[in-house]
């Protein structure tokens, strides 16, 4: 599996400076957002949504410079992580059912990235 050095560096700028886009638009959305109402606060709320578009064109480059195996095996774990996260979210819909507190969306990416995560650890540690 392979992406050379100046991909991963290019990828990082990239990355690194669409999160930082990110996180400045989220704080200027949660300070104004409280300002305002109606369809302002609305638009202000969702205006983060706008660099996570910049995040998605960094990694969607990555995954191009990637090499056939290294697409295959990344897509493998988000097949599996994905699976293992709608079991859960539904699981979790069923329970709420119950009685059982009512979760966040923003639970659903991190749950599936951790798992995202751990797949891929795993998948390297086996395959070392």
Not at 38 to 59: E, F, H, K
Not at 94 to 101: I, M, Q, S, V
Not at 108 to 126: N, S
């Amino acid at each position: 599996m392979m992406i050379s050095t100046n991909y991963k560096y290019a990828y990082l700028a990239e990355l690194t400076g669409s999160l930082l886009v990110y996180f400045i638009t989220l704080a200027a959305s949660l300070t104004l957002g409280e300002r305002v109402s109606g369809i302002s606060q609305t638009l202000i709320y969702i205006t983060p949504m706008l660099p996570v578009l910049l995040i998605i064109w960094a990694i969607v480059r990555q995954f191009r410079r990637s090499d056939e195996l290294l697409r295959k095996t990344i897509l493998e774990h988000i097949a599996i992580a994905t699976a293992i996260t709608v079991g859960w979210t539904f699981t979790y819909g069923f329970l709420e059912n119950a009685g059982y507190p009512k979760l966040s969306m923003f639970m659903v990416w991190p749950v599936m990235g951790v798992l995202w995560a751990i797949l891929a650890i795993f998948d390297r540690r086996y395959h070392q």
